[in-house]
């Protein structure tokens, strides 16, 4: 299984990125995904999820600006961000809900800073 994410960089308080990750090994259309993040030092958070019926789930920092959404087509799963503070970087991963633990990709960057 691959999950790969991509998408980061470095963006300015206010800016917006749009992170895909994309899977390989696995079904991906019978699988609840998700985001999450580890900022240094911290401990890795779910930051947005899929419910098992479609719906979306975010956590409280990131609600009404973060979006995630999928194409099934295309084995991918995305994480707009918009309205970026500083507290929002971190490195970004996909993983499914609940997380597989070998299932961990290398993530992708995001810096927030002026």
């Known amino acids: 299984v691959q999950l790969q994410a991509c998408g980061g960089g470095l963006v300015q308080p206010g800016g917006s990125l749009r992170l895909s990750c994309a899977a390989s090994g696995i079904i991906f259309r019978l699988y609840v995904m998700g985001w999450y993040r580890q900022a240094p030092g911290k401990q890795r958070e779910l930051v947005a999820r899929f419910t098992s019926n479609g719906s979306t789930h975010y956590a409280d920092s990131v609600k009404g600006r973060f979006t995630i959404s999928r194409d099934n087509a295309k084995n991918t799963v995305y994480l707009q961000m918009n309205s970026l503070k500083p507290e929002d970087a971190a490195v970004y991963y996909c993983?499914?809900?609940?997380?597989?633990?070998?299932?961990w990709g290398q993530g992708t960057l995001v810096t927030v800073s002026s």
């Open positions: 993983n499914t809900f609940p997380s597989a633990s070998n299932y």
